[in-house]
Structure formats: structure tokens, C-alpha cells
DNA sequence: AAAATTTATTATGCGTGCATAATAAATTAT
DNA sequence: ATAATTTATTATGCACGCATAATAAATTTT
């Protein structure tokens, strides 16, 4: 592993863990993205469909046809957000009640795992390159640096 | 960040490197995975398709599509395998190659300046802690402990 | 207040990787 | 040698996340 890329092992590292909650998503029927979106909506409380995206760390726009599968599945109910005609709040069922509790355990127990089997200054570092990284791309230090510069 | 679950870091971490691997792939009318296969095919010499999917840490399935996207754009051509009627050979075209150039040059800047940020302790043990995720997966040491355990 | 801009949401097409199924060739077992 | 199994490849359906475009409501400008 240590003479392979740093995309590469952050890439089939991901694909490993995408893979493995996948699999046991499955079991109860449901799928990884599904998972996390649920444990992103308040037990008790309406949440703003706004608020899910950054939660989850991706576009608002890429949730559109989870949402939708979430509620022909009756997981989720979409409420009119009486604060913002725009908006929308999302409610838990019963159902994705239950489903969110199955998803808890899978992301704890895989977090409780890792954290078992690594030090803390690894896992320190772990997260430090992964900030780096994210930096260097979102402050476009790659690529695109002459834009950059003129700004 | 440090407030994030592990698998969450991974995976935003991946999706941030792969948009920004995409974007600069289509300034040359190309994508991430399509330069990916072009640096796991020898430069001269017809590379078995067999090889790529574990160079590349994916399912040879994976690959099918993608093959057969590159072949049409004129990158790549797949010729019988003399031992192997089986098996096929890709062999890099002129212009396949020109974009592998590219794809190379692409993937070492990313690593160079990732490098140039981090200590040689973070990136060894940012290399480990995906090293253990990566063994904890697949000896099924997260879930399926009881199966495990009867073998 | 009207016009212009921004924000929230949804639908949809695309790329990527998986799983499954099909087919053909090679290998192993009998 | 024949049968059974394994391996290589392709096609295809699905999930996921992005981008773009559309629409409606809110906000800001004028």
C-alpha cells in the first residue's frame, strides 16, 4: 500500500467501506446513502431539507432522488416548511425511525472498530491529511493556480 | 473535521479529490476513471485486460463499460490475446497515449503537492490507518464476526 | 412597488463502481 | 476423452453523487 498513490489508497479505501455498509444496509433493505441520510434527520423534529446536504457533505441537488426513494418507501414524509414557501421539512416515520437506529449501530460500530485498532496520533494524522487535502483542492492549490494568483 | 466520523471523512475526502480529478480530466475531454486505465496500460505493449481491474483496485466488471467508452473515443484498441483466446490485449493508440501523458502528469501533481504539505510521519500513518481499514474489512472483522468464527 | 437576483427544490442525464447473468475458452477432475 | 469447473470478458441494471436546467418563492435593488 505504502508505494501506491495517495488517491489511490484514499480511493479503493473509500470504495472498501462503501462496499462493506452497502452489504449490511442491505440486509434491512435499505442502502449506505439512505443510512446516512437518515441518521441527518432529527428523531423528533421536522429538519429542513436545506440543512441535510451540508450535514452530509454533499450538494443539495444530489439528494433529490434519495429523498424521493426515501419516501415511496415510506421512511420520510415531506412537510411544507411553514417558515419558507420554498422549503420543505422532513419528518420521520415510524419506520425510518426504526431504520435510523439500525443505521446508528452500523457507523458506530465500524467508527469503534477503526478507533480500536489504530493510535491516537494515527488517527490524528489521518484526519490532518485528509484536511490538507481538502484545503489544498478547495482553495484550488492544485490545479488552477494562475487563476488563483490574479484574483 | 475532527468532529467527523472516519467514514465520512474518507468519503467527502474521495468525492473532493475525484471532482477535482474530473474537472480538470474534461479540460482535455476525458474523465478520472478513463485516465486511470490509461496509466495502468503499458506505454508500448499490449496490456492484458486481466491486469487492469486489480492495478487499478477495482472488479474487472467495473471496467467494462469504460473500456468500451475509450475504445469508441479511439484510445485504446483491444486486440485477441494469441494465448489466450479468451483474454484480450489493449493496446494504447497514438492519441491514447498523448492523453495518458496527460492523466500522468495530472496524477503526480496531486501527489507532489499533497506531499509537499505533510510531514513523512502524517502520510505514513494517514497510509496506515487506510491499511487497517482496508485489513478490517476484509477479514469481516467489523461484521460478520460469527462467520468468521465458524470457519 | 416592480424588476432583478438569490435561494430551495426537483427532475434528469452522465460517470463510476458494484452485482448478476450470459457466453466462450481454458483448465481440472473423472 | 468427456464432463465439470474455473476464468476472461461483456452487457446490463442499480445506487450514488455531480452538473445542469427548470420552477417557484424569497430577498435585494432600483
Redo the contacts with the bound molecule.
Sequence with gaps: MKDKTIDYVL??TW??V??MY??E?SKFE???????ALLNIDKDNGT??????PK??????????????MEERGLIE?KP?P???????IHLTPFGREKREYSRERVLRFNETVRKEVSEEQLEHFYEVAEVINELISNKKIYNQKERINK
Tied chains: 1, 2.
Excluded at 48 to 53: E, K, R, Y
Design positions: 480511493r479503493t470504495l472498501a462503501q462496499k452497502n452489504e444496509a435499505s442502502t449506505m446513502a439512505t443510512g446516512f429542513p431539507s436545506t440543512s441535510l446536504g452530509m457533505g454533499m450538494e443539495a441537488t444530489s439528494l433529490s432522488r434519495i429523498l424521493k426513494s415531506r416548511n417558515d419558507d414557501g420554498r422549503g420543505v421539512l
